[in-house]
């Protein structure tokens, strides 16, 4: 493949831009090799500034589970382009969307649009505080909820990624109320529940985490904070920014049966605009400013274009619900099975950890990855060697260990075809 102007590209966007790039996994660093600077994106695949095409694992990190440019959506975002972009006014098209967030996931009674799923965290975070008069908060490692100050603490996605152990320009007293524990450990859960349990505001975590690679919930660990965050009055968040409109039409929470007292909503929900959302009880969500003392603003928040994107986005998934959360599950099974065959047919140890549309090859000889420490012992090298032989021939899988792939209903059944050819090549090349 010729990548000479993404090379040009990239040498000029150094020198304006930290790293090149305007978020930093985007930059290849951990999988060695320069990014490629992408020209448009059709469908499941992506096309570069040299013309080289790939199939898009990635989906802008989420949000396109319809692929892209999706006919229906590009209509309708044009169209409301002519009528204005932004207003800084009320509109019919926020209560629609809020009334659609609603119907899909009703455990959020009420709901405030943002413009990103960091805003969607932090601002839901502030209503929990200002709901329960605590400040005490609990995430787990690995997990990452966008890059407020008090969040970075143990994350993962492009903190994991970079191997950074914290973060600088942070003080350390804004993450003094931050608790870390590690993922899917019950025991470590209860002790600090039982010491100072009546000090926490919330828990907050992703319920299938994607940002340390995809790691699923252990059986029961989700009824488990279910029932002691009820038990001591702590307000129960799920950072469903990646899993939401993806695992489910309800999410994380409909697929699993749990009622979160709140959720955070990103990626798909803006239909590819930047649009998030937080939710929940409407005792907690009525603390929020205009009606109680939390305030949250923005000055963007609910603009009609993007809200237009995420309206057509949540129609498309609620007409083809049954059909495409289906047909998910079906490419999802299906890859990681071809996976860990690819692999084991090279005398490659992985484990692949899947759900739905969200899979991750962890290149390590533990047959179990559930938490931070055991993903952070995968062989990343040799992960960013195979990741390079996939872009080299057509595939654009994550370019980091510690991030989950998504497939998306765009693809074809020739495409997965295709995607296994790639990856059995790219197994035996690195073997
Ligand atoms: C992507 C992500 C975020 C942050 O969303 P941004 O739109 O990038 O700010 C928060 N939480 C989770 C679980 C995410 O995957």
């Not at 942070?170 to 899917?184: M, R, S």
């Not at 090298?381 to 060697?385: E, L, N, Y």
């Given at each position: 493949m010729e990548h000479e102007k993404s090379r040009l590209l990239f040498e000029e966007a150094l020198k304006v831009i930290p790293g090149g790039v305007n978020s930093p996994v985007r930059a290849f660093k951990a999988v060695g090799g320069?990014?490629?600077f992408i020209e448009r994106g059709e469908g499941a695949y992506l096309v570069d500034a040299d013309g080289n095409r790939y199939l898009d694992c990635i989906g802008s990190w989420g949000p396109l589970l319809l692929g892209h440019a999706h006919p229906r959506i590009v209509s309708k975002i044009s169209a409301q382009l002519g009528r204005?972009?932004?207003?800084?006014?009320p509109t019919k098209l926020e209560v629609r969307l809020a009334q659609a967030i609603c119907e899909a996931v009703p455990s959020i009674?009420?709901?405030?649009?943002?413009?990103?799923?960091?805003?969607?965290?932090?601002s839901a975070i502030r209503a929990a505080r200002g709901f329960t008069g605590r400040d005490k908060i609990v995430k787990f490692e690995g997990n990452y909820h966008g890059h407020a100050d008090f969040l970075l603490a143990k994350?993962?996605?492009g903190i994991a990624t970079l191997g950074l152990p914290e973060c600088a320009g942070?003080?350390?007293?804004?993450?003094?109320?931050?608790?870390?524990?590690?993922?899917?450990d019950v025991d470590s859960l209860e002790t600090l529940f039982g010491t100072i349990g009546t000090e926490i505001a919330c828990v907050i975590l992703e319920p299938v985490v994607g940002n340390m690679g995809c790691v699923p919930p252990s059986d029961g660990y989700l009824q488990k904070l279910r029932v002691i965050t009820s038990k001591y009055g702590a307000v129960l968040i799920f950072d469903e920014v990646m899993t939401g409109f993806r695992l489910s039409y309800g999410g994380a929470q409909e697929r699993y049966g749990i009622t979160p007292d709140m959720t955070t909503l990103g990626k798909i929900v803006g239909g590819g605009l930047p649009l998030g959302a937080y939710g929940g009880r409407a005792e907690i969500?009525?603390?929020v400013a205009p009606v109680g003392p939390v305030y949250q603003a923005g000055t963007l928040s609910g603009n009609p274009v993007a809200v237009t994107a995420g309206l057509e986005m949540l129609s498309l998934l609620r007409e083809g619900k049954e059909v495409i959360y289906a047909r998910l599950e079906q490419i999802g099974e299906r890859a990681a099975d071809s996976m860990r065959a690819l692999a084991a047919n090279a005398g490659i140890p992985v484990t692949v950890n899947q759900v739905g549309s969200m899979i991750t090859v962890f290149f390590t000889q533990k047959t179990?990855?559930?938490?931070?420490?055991?993903?952070?012992?995968?062989d990343t090298?040799?992960?960013?060697?195979w990741f390079r032989e996939m872009l080299e021939h057509g595939i654009y899988w994550p370019p980091s260990q510690f991030e989950s792939a998504f497939l998306s209903y765009a693809m074809s059944d020739s495409d997965i075809d295709h995607l296994e050819k790639v990856a059995e090549a790219a197994f035996l090349a690195v073997a």
């Open positions: 320069d990014p490629v204005g972009t932004t207003f800084g006014a009674e009420k709901v405030r649009l943002v413009s990103s799923g960091t805003e969607a965290t932090m994350a993962g996605s942070v003080p350390v007293a804004y993450t003094a109320d931050t608790i870390t524990l590690p993922f899917n969500m009525d603390k179990v990855v559930k938490d931070f420490d055991q993903a952070k012992r995968s090298v040799r992960f960013g060697a």
